[in-house]
């Protein structure tokens, strides 16, 4: 295959990421509206408990996310990284389509969550098969010297995403709508902008370019690309995703997801205020991902896991009780940005580091269901075991839970090897 000019390259890469920040809108839509259209699908009673309910049909999206890693990483390995991106975006639009036209619970009954659930686990599905394609194809179209770099725009954009929910529900809460319409009615509206966003994503995939990496082993060993047979031939890197991922992902999305939940149910902040909180320090955590990759790319991968396990194996139990407690706003963002500062030691660089793990042939689906089933456990299961433990009065539990998962990954980064020095893709490249 001819070797792509910059131009092409950095389209490429804009275009991979694009597409990846319009997937994770979608599906964090969801997570930011759910403030408002949890009443909509739930009988009224105790504002925690439809939360609660919420969250659960949140987890059982996450649920699943390891049958779309597995069909979509199985898509990219054998057939291409470009053509699984695509229908994958398609999948996404079709989900956020049912979440805008269902009815609610007081017009169709308990069709109303059925329906809600069936719309979240074709976004789960999606969603599955997102994070490893993307992660296989920033990684393969990133120059040598420079994958941490490029490869941490997937955690931009997929912070991205969220700020793009966030900015919406600012402009609908401030400017647009009064908070009895936003329950009514206003939550549809970021669902209905979704689809139409997935549209403009599906173009944009169309257009890209395959990766090197794929076409050179196109013709190779086609019936044994992206089986679970040959990804169990790399035992060890499966493992070592599953372990680099499980205190990653869970403060990931205790810092990001269930964050304006925690700022309104504990910290007592307003709606408004939790949002306007989540916006700017999520905001300053997209634009310190490429810093941080680009720092992976000067002095290895390793050193910035290892100082996330540390720190966060540390510091989690600290930041979270005091921001439980303090009644400044300022003091909250500081505390919540420290968090922040601490997970991009994982955030900036995961994606990258478990493309290097993996051969080419292998790869997409070696990234996506490992890292899924993880996920699917821990990441999905965040918000619900917070709210379910405060339910009960056991709210500080869920702190040491997150400290605990965060040391286990913290050993599995002290004894891997620097994916930067020992890559799969440094090998395709010779």
């Not at 896991?305 to 600290?318: A, D, R, W």
Request: hydrophobic residues 45%.
């Amino acid at each position: 295959m001819k070797e792509l000019s910059s131009g092409r390259r950095l389209k490429a890469i804009f275009g991979g990421s694009i597409g990846n920040l319009v997937e994770w809108y979608d599906w964090y839509a969801y997570s930011a509206f759910a403030i408002y259209f949890s009443a909509s699908f739930f009988p009224e009673g105790n504002p925690t408990v439809q939360l609660l309910n919420t969250a659960g049909i949140f987890a059982l999206g996450f649920l699943m996310r390891p049958l779309g890693g597995y069909i979509f990483g199985r898509i990219a390995d054998r057939i291409g990284r470009k053509q699984s991106m695509t229908l994958s975006v398609l999948l996404m639009s079709l989900g956020s389509l049912l979440i805008a036209l269902t009815p609610t619970y007081q017009t169709i009954g308990v069709m109303a969550p059925v329906l809600l659930l069936t719309a979240r686990l074709l976004q789960g599905l999606s969603v599955g098969g997102e994070y490893g394609v993307s992660a296989t194809y920033l990684s393969e179209m990133a120059t040598k010297n420079h994958r941490g770099f490029y490869s941490s725009f997937q955690y931009v954009t997929l912070i991205g995403g969220q700020l793009l929910a966030l900015a919406i529900q600012l402009v609908l809460q401030k400017l647009l709508l009064s908070d009895t319409q936003l329950h009514e009615w206003g939550w549809r509206i970021p669902f209905v902008f979704g689809a139409i966003l997935s549209i403009v994503a599906l173009y944009l995939r169309k257009n890209l370019d395959e990766t090197k990496a794929f076409e050179n082993q196109k013709e190779n060993q086609s019936g044994k690309k992206g089986t679970i047979k040959e990804l169990l031939k790399h035992p060890k890197a499966v493992v070592t995703v599953i372990g680099l991922t499980l205190g990653g992902t869970l403060a990931f999305y205790t810092y990001t997801t269930y964050m304006q939940k925690f700022l309104v149910n504990t910290v007592q902040m307003s709606k408004e205020q939790s949002t306007l909180m989540s916006f700017f320090t999520l905001f300053i955590f997209a634009c310190l991902q490429p810093l941080f990759g680009a720092l992976s790319d000067r002095i290895g991968r390793r050193p910035l896991l290892i100082g996330f396990g540390i720190l966060g194996t540390i510091c989690t139990v600290p930041l979270l009780s005091t921001l439980s407690h303090t009644t400044s706003q300022w003091q909250a963002f500081f505390l919540l940005m420290a968090a922040l500062i601490i997970v991009s030691g994982y955030t900036s660089i995961n994606a990258v580091v478990k493309a290097e793990l993996f051969p080419a042939e292998v790869r997409a689906l070696g990234v996506g269901l490992p890292y899924a089933l993880t996920v699917a456990v821990f990441g999905g299961s965040a918000e619900y075991i917070a709210l379910w433990l405060k339910e009960r009065q056991y709210e500080s539990y869920y702190y040491w839970y997150i400290t605990c998962c965060i040391f286990i990954s913290l050993m599995v980064y002290v004894f891997m090897k620097d994916t930067k020095e020992h890559s799969k893709l440094n090998q395709e490249d010779n």
